[in-house]
């Protein structure tokens, strides 16, 4: 059941026709119309917002934050774990060779379209791996007492292998995950087993929003499907009533000239057996504007994105101020997300400090930057005004310049003065002699 209602959301997402018709027939179209007199998906006309929305939701979070280890009842953060913490999150041990902030898009768009993220940590070769496990048909095995806590995790996905001689085969994968082995079965079958000593089930899950009753998050698309079928009545009307006003209905003058069933074939400059004329057209389509454009208002509110947001982004390129009161809702809606984001970074890490250290007194702080846009003038007035007061370091930091570059400015500025030096001194030797 899950797994047909995520599949029904990527759909959506993706814009897949006969999905999003089936869809609006089943919520728009009385089961007592015959199925020859329903509308075709030919005469269908939708567009994808629901895309539009999330994706201006995915590319609104921020693409990197901070992180802090310290020991648990530690006043001051220990600098080399959190050096070797941030090595870490940037060395290609994250899903398929490749960083953890190479990756995180693909998270971001997992737990808005899915509502849950499930990422596996792996030990090998002296090195912690982590991969994001497939969403779509994952089951939570549950304690009875307790919902929430979670004895055991099965993913199950399809993969497509290849056969001696040629043609392929599809079988059934499926990875059982617990507090001491990972199984895998092929077609239901054991496969491979693999025991860990971790003392803790290797999988963190980030929720987008919580669901009463679930151990599931709640997807993005849920609440924008309903909205989008209402723009898509819209502008299924719209058509309808265009063509038909560009077109017109023709009839026979009077009803003798014609027995009733027959059919009639006319074309621009066809001639017609029977004398007829237009009864339709000039149809007023402002209703039907005024309808279409109440629905996208909707359905924009409904994901907390301004409708038109290059527009208005375009508009207040100039104000910092009006900026971030034009993305107020989007920035409440995404706060909302960064909490269980948080939650499940700090979890990820510091799982990854007590497979290395086998220990668990680690306590790891996650930071997002703020999604406040700044002012850029007054950001750069504040760095002029820092550096011409001889605080360069706070000005480039104020600038948004990392730490890291800024050492290595440091260490670059004081060897070439150092080179510079000598130089001077082999110049001055030079003239005394």
Known sequence: MRREELNRFNDFYNGDR???????????VSSDVHINERISVNDFYFQNDIRVIQDTRINFMPKRFDVVVSRKGADESSNE??????????????????TFW?????????????????????????EVLVNKMYSENVVAVVDKKNYLNVEKYIFSWDETLGLEGGGVKVVRMTEEIDAKYYQVFVDGSPQKI??????????????????????????????????????NMALTKRAWATKYNSFKVWAPKEAGYIESGTT???????????????????????????????ALDHLYRLGSVSRRLKEDMVRAATSAKALNSMLEGLKRYTEKKLVYLK???EEMISRYLEINYEVNDFKVTVNFPSLDREDTDYILRRAQFLASHGFEIKALK????????????????????EVETEEEEVKVKAERR
């Open 343 to 345: 939650r499940g970074f």
């Open 18 to 28: 006969d999905t999003i018709f089936k869809n609006f027939i089943s919520r728009r």
């Open 264 to 294: 009639i074939k006319i074309s621009p400059g066809a001639l017609s057996p029977i004398p007829i004329e237009a009864v339709g057209g000039d149809v007023n389509l402002s209703s039907l504007e005024r309808e279409l454009d109440d």
């Open 81 to 98: 774990i959190t050096k070797e913490v941030r090595e870490w999150l940037g060395s290609e041990n994250f899903g398929g060779k490749r």
């Open 194 to 231: 693999e025991e860990h000593s971790f003392g803790f089930i290797p999988v963190i899950k980030i929720l987008r929003e919580e669901e009463e009753g679930s151990t599931y998050g709640r997807s993005g698309i849920c609440d924008l499907i309903e909205a989008q079928q209402n723009v």
């Open 398 to 417: 104020e600038l948004g310049i990392e730490e890291e570059i800024i050492k290595e400015m440091k260490a670059k500025e004081k060897e070439t003065r």
């Open 102 to 126: 190479e990756t995180l898009p693909g998270l971001f768009l997992t737990q808005e379209n899915y509502g849950t993220v499930f990422l596996k940590l792996i030990y090998k070769n002296g």
